[in-house]
């Protein structure tokens, strides 16, 4: 068994800065790239940045230059500093990782439970 669990989240004033982590945990032979999504009321879930098992990052654009992904291969955990938050950023986060739990099995994706940003002054 496989889990993720994110913590981080919580309420700041525009402009301000939080960090939100994810942890996996049971079962895991290798994790291949973590996801950051989130999805606010009324929206589709988007994808907000991807780091591969290499360190490579993408991010969407409405967050470059605001947002860091970063991952520690030895914790098994994902990262996502964000800093100029603004009330848009508004929403639940979810972490996902593809990951596979034993050498000899197949490469499956995995969620958290999310966790609420809000924005707001």
């Known amino acids: 068994q496989v889990q993720l669990v994110e913590s981080g989240g919580g309420l700041v004033q525009p402009g301000g800065s939080l960090r939100l982590s994810c942890t996996a945990s049971?079962?895991?032979?290798?994790?291949?790239?973590m996801r950051w999504y989130r999805q606010a009321p009324g929206n589709q879930r988007e994808l907000v940045s991807v780091?591969?098992?290499?360190?490579?990052?993408t991010y969407t654009d409405s967050v470059k230059g605001r947002f860091t992904i970063s991952r520690d291969n030895g914790k098994n955990t994902v990262y996502l500093q964000m800093n100029s938050l603004k009330p848009e950023d508004t929403a639940v986060y979810y972490c996902?990782?593809?990951?596979?739990?034993?050498?000899?099995?197949?490469?499956?994706?995995?969620w958290g439970q999310g966790t609420q940003v809000t924005v707001s002054s």
């Open positions: 049971g079962t895991i032979f290798r994790i291949n790239a």
């Open positions: 996902n990782a593809n990951l596979r739990s034993t050498r000899w099995g197949y490469d499956s994706d995995y």
């Open positions: 780091i591969t098992s290499g360190g490579t990052t």
